[in-house]
């Protein structure tokens, strides 16, 4: 199946940010959005079960000058068992954040069924003076049937980019034969992750940055966080349990809207 998504994110005359523009098809599709009083809250839902192989999803989201957005998903993404020789899910994301604007993208979290293979590409274009917030999560696999880091292969691609430069490229190749698994694991054996870019001018306000993300982290729950660019902060959430993960990126966030000065939005989920 091949579906895509695309949005349009404008602010009126009036400061209220709605939707200009929008296409989707099957299996993608839009839930009711919702004004805050300073932010769209859009929920993006996958209405099948979870990605198939030889799917193709294709989402594009454009945040125009002044908007301010959140897209969120109402409950986990899953990718199923490919067979051998079957072709891998693939889903390619693309944001775009002009001028003033602010967008944050935080999806419920991932979850690869055993024999799953999935390749995800993701591309943040942010205008120097726009700020973006992006957290995806991983789960290991169907924990509570015995498919810990069971999936055969995923891919995540990422690239950041700021007024045009590439500031940021990451990619990781996760498959039973690679050491990186073996790594996470030993932390924990059933380890969740979590991965952030924050995208902003204003860095400095951020003065606690570090030392914040490193107090947050408890027995069962690390984080840690670095400048690695002019105008992007990563951040990285490792957690023995779901709990302790969705406990921590509610913790980035709420650190990351107040250093901001921006009103955590409510995403009115059930």
Same mark, same amino acid.
């Given at each position: 199946?091949?579906?895509?998504? *695309? !949005?349009?994110?404008?602010?009126?005359?009036n400061?209220?940010?709605?939707?200009?523009?929008?296409?989707?098809?099957? /299996?993608?599709? =839009?839930? @009711?959005?919702?004004?805050?009083?300073?932010?769209?809250?859009?929920?993006?839902?996958?209405?099948?079960?979870?990605?198939?192989?030889?799917?193709?999803?294709?989402?594009?989201?454009? *945040?125009?000058?002044?908007?301010?957005?959140?897209?969120?998903? /109402?409950?986990?993404?899953?990718?199923?068992?490919?067979?051998?020789?079957?072709?891998?899910?693939?889903v @390619?994301?693309?944001?775009?954040?002009? /001028?003033?604007?602010? =967008? #944050?993208?935080?999806?419920?979290?991932?979850?690869?069924?055993?024999?799953?293979?999935?390749?995800? $590409?993701?591309?943040?274009e942010?205008?120097?003076?726009?700020?973006?917030?992006?957290?995806?999560?991983?789960?290991?696999?169907r924990?509570?049937?015995?498919?810990?880091?069971?999936? *055969?292969?995923? #891919?995540w691609?990422? #690239?950041?980019?700021?007024?045009?430069?590439?500031?940021?490229?990451?990619?990781?190749? =996760?498959?039973?034969?690679?050491?990186?698994?073996?790594?996470?694991?030993r932390?924990?054996?059933?380890?969740?992750?979590?991965?952030?870019?924050?995208?902003?001018?204003? !860095?400095?306000? !951020?003065?606690?940055?570090?030392?914040?993300?490193?107090?947050?982290?408890?027995?069962?729950?690390?984080?840690?966080?670095?400048?690695?660019?002019?105008?992007?902060? *990563?951040?990285?959430?490792?957690?023995?349990?779901?709990?302790?993960?969705?406990?921590?990126?509610?913790? $980035?966030?709420?650190?990351?809207?107040?250093? =901001?000065g921006?009103?955590?939005?409510?995403?009115?989920?059930?």
């Open positions: 199946m091949t579906g895509h998504l *695309a !949005l349009e994110l404008v602010c009126g005359p400061g209220v940010t709605h939707i200009g523009r929008q296409s989707f098809h099957a /299996p993608m599709h =839009l839930s @009711k959005p919702y004004w805050d009083g300073r932010h769209l809250i859009v929920q993006m839902v996958n209405c099948t079960a979870g990605l198939l192989s030889g799917d193709v999803i294709d989402i594009s989201v454009q *945040a125009r000058t002044g908007s301010s957005a959140v897209l969120t998903s /109402p409950s986990a993404q899953r990718a199923f068992r490919v067979r051998d020789g079957g072709p891998l899910a693939t @390619k994301q693309t944001f775009q954040v002009e /001028p003033g604007a602010w =967008l #944050e993208i935080c999806p419920e979290i991932f979850i690869p069924h055993k024999g799953s293979r999935l390749r995800q $590409v993701t591309r943040i942010a205008a120097s003076d726009a700020e973006t917030l992006f957290i995806e999560s991983l789960a290991p696999g924990v509570g049937s015995a498919e810990s880091y069971a999936f *055969a292969r995923l #891919e691609a990422a #690239e950041v980019y700021v007024d045009g430069r590439l500031q940021v490229r990451e990619r990781y190749d =996760l498959s039973p034969e690679q050491k990186n698994i073996g790594t996470l694991r932390v924990f054996p059933d380890a969740y992750y979590a991965s952030c870019y924050l995208v902003t001018p204003r !860095l400095g306000a !951020l003065t606690d940055f570090r030392t914040r993300m490193r107090d947050f982290s408890t027995s069962d729950f690390m984080m840690a966080a670095s400048i690695v660019a002019p105008n992007v902060a *990563a951040i990285r959430l490792l957690s023995a349990g779901s709990i302790a993960l969705r406990q921590g990126i509610q913790a $980035v966030r709420e650190y990351c809207y107040e250093a =901001l921006r009103r955590l939005p409510d995403w009115r989920k059930l």
